[in-house]
């Protein structure tokens, strides 16, 4: 079964730092194109991050350029997030989400179930 | 980048269609035919529905169907059933190297 598995959520003090990872499982991870999309509460979808099969481009959204960095480690099967300055507007729920091809321009075709991120003192 | 602009609830009864309109720019709709669509039922993650904009993956129902024209992405589902009363968002890459989802959309089925 095709699976993506997020965690490292929780709460954090502003200005903190977190580090989501995102377990892959059921298909070969290295070909697929990654993203980071989250979902602040009784909000829409906002993309976050995406980054290619090999890992060698990465994008961001303005909103959090310069604050997060994507990477992905293909002999674990593992993306990852790492956030630093975190704002209280950086409350969300944070999905994985696989792309169906190389590219990160490509739909998102499998999600993972969230997990929680929480900005505040 | 700003949101793609969505109608923020459309609603039909059983049996009947709806369309939902996904509106953007040169920048992102109306330069790139990779505009999909996603369903969010509440608590749940979203669910693609349609890729490339009128393309439909394996294992979803035909009566979902997607267009484009111009800087103005739809989405149409025919035969409306109570299952489908979710969330529903469009998604652009844009020229900036994002992506762009839409404000969402709120389906109801009355």
């Known amino acids: 079964e095709v699976q993506l598995l997020e965690s490292g959520g929780g709460l954090v003090q502003p200005g903190g730092s977190l580090r989501l990872s995102c377990a892959a499982s059921?298909?070969?991870?290295?070909?697929?194109?990654m993203s980071w999309v989250r979902q602040a509460p009784g909000k829409g979808l906002e993309w976050v991050s995406g980054?290619?099969?090999?890992?060698?481009?990465?994008y961001y959204a303005d909103s959090v350029k310069g604050r997060v960095t994507i990477s992905r480690d293909n002999s674990k099967n593992i993306l990852y997030l790492q956030m630093k300055s975190l704002r209280a507007e950086d409350t969300a729920v944070y999905y994985c989400?696989?792309?169906?091809?190389?590219?990160?321009?490509?739909?998102?075709?499998?999600w993972g179930q969230g997990t929680t991120v929480t900005v505040s003192s | 980048q700003s949101a793609l602009t969505q109608p923020a609830s459309v609603s039909g009864s059983p049996g009947q269609s709806i369309t939902i309109s996904c509106s953007g720019t040169?920048?992102?709709?109306?330069?790139?035919?990779?505009v999909s669509w996603y369903q969010q039922h509440p608590g749940k993650a979203p669910k693609l529905m349609i890729y490339?904009?009128?393309k439909r993956p394996s294992g979803v129902s035909n009566r979902f169907s997607g267009s484009k024209s111009g800087n103005t992405a739809s989405l149409t589902i025919s035969g409306l059933q109570a299952e489908d009363e979710a969330d529903y968002y469009c998604c652009s890459y844009a020229a900036s190297s994002t992506l762009v989802f839409g404000t969402g959309t709120k389906v109801t089925v009355l």
């Open positions: 980054i290619s099969g090999s890992g060698g481009g990465t």
């Open positions: 059921g298909f070969t991870f290295s070909p697929y194109a």
């Open positions: 040169s920048s992102e709709v109306g330069s790139f035919d990779l």
């Open positions: 989400a696989k792309h169906s091809g190389y590219e990160y321009y490509y739909a998102m075709d499998v």
């Open positions: 490339e904009v009128s």
